[in-house]
Nanobody
């Protein structure tokens, strides 16, 4: 099983990034997917989840209106479009797959990747 995130980098405040997470080794379309982030010295933080069908995205409060999660089941890939970034968004972002959408938001995932670093300068 692999979940390979990419698209992170250094961006100025107010900028945008689009993260991708390409998966393999499991039946992607059977799983709900989520994005999480973790900054040094801080707890892991839920960002957004999307159901297997892609119909019902759910966002953490800080992500609402700025981030958009989406998925392409044909490409086994989940995306996170991030706009209006601020220094507080600096973290390692990783994707995860879970069998239950509600519990996925609480970090109960079956698989996770290593993540991609996002750094936002002021």
């Amino acid at each position: 099983v692999q979940l390979q995130a990419s698209g992170g980098g250094l961006v100025q405040a107010g900028g945008s990034l689009r993260l991708s997470c390409v998966t393999s080794g499991f039946t992607f379309s059977n799983y709900h997917m989520g994005w999480f982030r973790q900054a040094p010295g801080k707890e892991r933080e839920y960002v957004a989840t999307i159901t297997w069908s892609g119909i019902t995205p759910v966002y953490a409060d800080f992500a609402k209106g700025r981030f958009t999660i989406s998925r392409d089941n044909a490409k086994n890939t989940v995306y996170l479009q991030m706009n209006s970034l601020s220094p507080e968004d600096t973290a390692n972002y990783f994707c995860a797959a879970g069998g239950r959408a509600e519990s996925l938001r609480y970090g109960n995932y079956n698989y996770r990747g290593q993540g991609t670093q996002v750094t936002v300068s002021s």
